[in-house]
């Protein structure tokens, strides 16, 4: 089966800087894109950023300038590199990859991994 698995979370003060990691691993035939997510208290998960297997890259408005999304190649890692970071990034984050399981099968299913805690605090 696959996992996902974020790292790199912590607590850091307004203006500095953290690296999410995100790691995809199990059966997979191709990773067709991942992405970062995050959900503050009693809010909704919101897309922070995502990028395909071809390197097009999407940013939510909020972190425009501030936040860079890469991976190794086409598969994995993913990272979030998250610069000039203020106190309402707060919040879980969370990675996603859409992943086809098998040459078999052109179905494709995402999953998430269980997110880290950013913490900014001012």
């Known amino acids: 089966q696959v996992q996902v698995v974020e790292s790199g979370g912590g607590l850091v003060l307004a203006g500095g800087s953290l690296r999410l990691s995100c790691t995809a691993s199990?059966?997979?035939?191709?990773?067709?894109?991942m992405g970062w997510y995050r959900q503050a208290p009693g809010e909704q998960r919101e897309l922070v950023a995502h990028?395909?297997?071809?390197?097009?890259?999407t940013y939510a408005d909020s972190v425009k300038g501030r936040f860079t999304i890469s991976r190794d190649n086409a598969k994995n890692p993913v990272y979030l590199q998250m610069n000039s970071l203020k106190p309402e990034d707060t919040a879980v984050y969370y990675c996603?990859?859409?992943?086809?399981?098998?040459?078999?099968?052109?179905?494709?299913?995402?999953?998430w991994g269980q997110g880290t805690q950013v913490t900014v605090s001012s």
């Open positions: 990028i395909t297997s071809g390197g097009s890259i």
């Open positions: 996603n990859a859409d992943i086809r399981g098998s040459i078999a099968t052109t179905k494709v299913d995402t999953y």
């Open positions: 199990g059966r997979m035939f191709r990773v067709n894109g």
